[in-house]
């Protein structure tokens, strides 16, 4: 079975790997503010899934040349992916945001910029400078849906209804904007069929998919139900098994960003298989390479 990876579509589109610089805007999230909610998504870290990201206090150019020290030995390349990637990076001051993607999108060693946020986090303003920025390089929006299934979002108290979810991806690809879509596969109570039909109606509309493995972190909400006994983590046998339907489904041109995911260790509560990553990947490639529907 064969499936688009990132490194592939760089390299067919640009004839080189860029490496992503985990960067950080100084923002929060409506689900976290009160606008939505105050606690956050269930399973999301108190740094807002950014756990690898630079410290948001730093400026924009400080923040890139850090996270470059940190992938000096992976790569000899000299341009890069800058990925806002904690919280809800377009929500906020209009004016930070503005400024904070133009620093990264202009500077020389970055050929692509890449921004994490929410479905609901679009304004007309937002939508205005995203569209400025894609006359200046290659803009991608990474957007957190992680399930199309209403039960699903109330659970993890995501905060917006799923339809604005394909509203959203409509309106970033009329103004040029590659979508990537997060789903997270094994989330409590969703049985196989659940997240393969999130990966089939995703895929009809977004440009590439990461999916996500669910990861259970100390000091989330999560944790409570999972230490409750209230659901149980998927086995690598199984979510490979998962995985591979699910990439099975999805149409040829869908680039897939991400086969699972990194927990950070000091804060993994399960699964601990993950820890051993490059047994994991060669687990999850021998399963896609042998999947026979």
């Known amino acids: 079975m064969k499936y688009v990876s990132l490194s592939q579509y760089l390299k067919n589109e640009y004839n080189e790997k860029y490496y992503k610089l985990s960067l950080s805007c100084s923002t929060t999230c409506p689900n976290r503010d009160g606008t939505c909610g105050d606690k956050g998504c269930i399973f999301c870290s108190m740094k807002g899934s950014g756990d690898f990201a630079q410290d948001a206090l730093l400026d924009i150019d400080t923040q890139i040349e850090r996270a470059k020290t940190l992938i000096q030995n992976k790569t000899d390349n000299n341009r ?49 400078i995203l569209e400025d920025l894609t006359k200046i390089k290659p803009v991608w929006v990474e957007l957190g849906l992680q399930s199309i299934h209403e039960s699903t979002a109330e659970y993890i108290r995501r905060g917006y209804p799923t339809p604005l979810y394909f509203d959203a991806v409509k309106k970033l690809k009329a103004i040029g904007i590659h979508v990537i879509t997060h789903v997270i596969i094994g989330l409590p109570y969703e049985t196989k069929k659940m997240m393969i039909e999130t990966v089939r109606q995703v895929s009809e509309v977004t440009d590439g998919i990461k999916l996500q493995l669910l990861h259970v972190i100390k000091g989330t909400d999560l944790a409570k139900e999972y230490s409750k006994g209230k659901f149980e983590v998927l086995t690598l046998e199984d979510y490979a098994s998962i995985l591979c339907e699910c990439i099975s489904v999805l149409p040829d041109d869908v680039v897939v960003h991400r086969l699972t995911g990194d927990g950070d260790k000091s804060t993994l509560i399960a699964p601990l ?11 999850i490639n021998h399963c896609i390479a042998s999947y026979v529907k």
């Open 273 to 283: 298989w993950t820890k051993d990553k490059k047994r994991v990947l060669n687990y």
């Open 80 to 128: 890069y992916i800058a990925y806002f990637q904690a919280f809800t990076s377009t929500y906020g001051d209009i004016g930070y945001i503005k400024d904070a993607f133009s620093k990264a999108i202009n500077r020389d060693d970055i050929a692509i910029l890449s921004i994490a946020t929410r479905p609901d986090c679009l304004s007309n303003d937002v939508m205005c």
